[in-house]
């Protein structure tokens, strides 16, 4: 090897070094970047803890509620709340009991608590009175439930400071508690939002925007293979079948996504199923449909089948000389070729 072939080897390297480094870099750097927002954005939608401190605000002698979402069925419109409860001020004995019997309305029943006992704690499913989840992945529901507290045998109302916990997987809630009525301070009402967080929306959105991209590559080169007769390697003739299997988990791969029916299926599911279909359908027909003999047995078993068209030259492509230094009997296959492509 000459000097100067050595010396552009060792500057192939070095460039191919550098490069290397360089790529390393921006993928490193683009990681730094992106996972810690991620991480961020997937705290905070997991820990959503409000504090809600109502009317009248310094009253003492109230009862302290925790609203904790336990799990949400949208196929179904409702959601499972656990209240946990805890007297304060006058209703609050030394060990923690409660000092004076109290009957309390809370989502959809009464509920007695008896005097020197502890507070037990509730758990309901509390309907939604808005929102569909054929809306999904934009859909939106709302609840409304009643809270209130008296104390038992008696009309003297209690007042309540709440504390609402809807920490769950892939659902927002925004909830308000407060007076029901300016005339009925101590009846509250608890309404609650519940929407998709961002981080499922955001890989909903990408999910569709790849299923969509596939399925017009896919057309693309249906179209070329049936108008501009491209030939196709026989391993991509079945792809679009594979990929008419594989979008059906893609879909089911969205987080909370409902049974097929919903927004996102129009949009982004059942469409592109049709067009890969179809891709699919034209590339194997374009592939059987240009399927013609190639070797001389093949050609003679062809036309001696009853109702078979004679071949043109352009398909058999065989001259006699060919036929007659052609082995005799020998059978082969012929290569996937576009129609009017020549052997």
């Known amino acids: 090897m000459t000097a100067s072939a050595t010396q552009s080897f ?3 390297l070095r460039r191919l070094w550098i490069r290397r480094v360089i790529y390393s870099g921006l993928i490193l750097a683009a990681l730094a ?10 705290n905070k939608e997991g820990s959503k803890v409000d504090t809600y401190q109502v009317f009248p605000a310094d009253d003492v002698d109230r009862v302290a509620i925790t609203a904790t979402v336990m799990s949400v069925d949208f196929s179904n419109r409702k959601m499972t709340v656990h209240f946990g409860m805890t007297p304060q001020g006058k209703y609050r004995t ?7 019997g109290l009957s309390g309305f809370i989502g959809i029943q009464n509920v007695n608590f008896p005097a020197n006992a502890t507070m037990q704690d509730v758990e309901y ?3 939604f009175m808005l929102g569909n989840v054929r809306d999904f992945p934009l859909d939106q529901y709302e609840s409304n439930s009643l809270i209130s507290f008296q104390e038992t045998n008696s009309t003297t109302p209690v007042a309540a400071w709440l504390i609402f916990d809807g920490s769950v997987a892939t659902v927002n809630f925004d909830a308000e508690f407060g007076p029901f009525d300016d005339s009925l301070p101590y009846q509250y009402n608890f309404t609650t939002h519940a929407t998709r967080t961002s981080t499922t929306l ?3 959105v990408f999910i569709v925007i790849i299923m969509w991209l596939i399925a017009l590559a896919l057309f693309v080169m249906a179209v070329q293979v049936v108008v501009s007769k491209r030939t196709l390697p026989p391993p991509l003739i079945g792809f679009g079948a594979t990929i008419m299997f594989a979008f059906p988990a893609l879909r089911n791969s969205f987080p909370g996504v409902p049974q097929i029916g919903c927004y996102v299926d129009f949009v982004g599911f059942l469409w592109p199923m049709v067009v890969v279909a179809l891709s699919t359908c034209l590339i194997v027909y374009d592939f059987l449909l240009s399927w013609a003999p190639s070797t001389p047995a093949m050609i003679e078993r062809w036309a001696a089948s009853p109702g078979q068209p004679e071949l043109s030259p352009a398909q058999s492509n065989y001259s006699s000389e060919k036929l007659a230094n052609y082995p005799a009997g020998e059978i082969g296959v012929m290569p996937y070729r576009s129609p009017g492509q020549a052997v």
């Open 94 to 100: 030394a060990s923690g009991t409660l000092s004076k």
């Open 33 to 42: 970047i992106v996972l810690p927002v991620t991480i961020s954005q997937f």
């Open 10 to 12: 060792a500057c192939l």
């Open 125 to 127: 499913s509390i309907p």
């Open 202 to 204: 955001f890989f909903v």
